[in-house]
């Protein structure tokens, strides 16, 4: 367990300014580089977060629950956004490997 840095697992501003206001509670990230493990903490304008869980999945396994932790409204405005996001050809395969982190604020 140790402190990562907020950078390295949350990849813009929006997503920042959402994880402090609790609509991302979760990031799924492709699965070639692993960023933090259960029980690292992260800081973000003085709140201190920690991952509750890491789970190697893929984009198939992700559903509407998932999407609402990572700040959209259902998995189809999810798959959406992930496309708007990814500039120069994004597609949606559900046998790509993720990484999923859970996360809240600190104890």
Not at 69 to 75: C, K, N, Q
Not at 81 to 104: C, N, Q
């Amino acid at each position: 367990m140790g402190e990562i840095d907020p950078d390295a697992l949350l990849p813009n501003d929006r997503v920042k300014s959402a994880v402090l206001d609790g609509e991302i509670t979760q990031l799924s990230r492709g699965a070639g580089t692993r960023y933090a493990e259960a029980g690292d903490t992260f800081e973000l304008d003085g709140t201190t977060f920690e991952i509750d869980r890491v789970e190697e999945r893929t984009l198939g396994d992700l559903t509407d629950v998932d999407a609402k932790r990572e700040g959209s409204p259902s998995l189809e405005a999810y798959k959406a956004r992930m496309r708007k996001v990814h500039p120069g050809g994004f597609e949606w395969d559900d046998t790509s490997e993720v990484l999923t982190y859970r996360f809240g604020p600190a104890e």
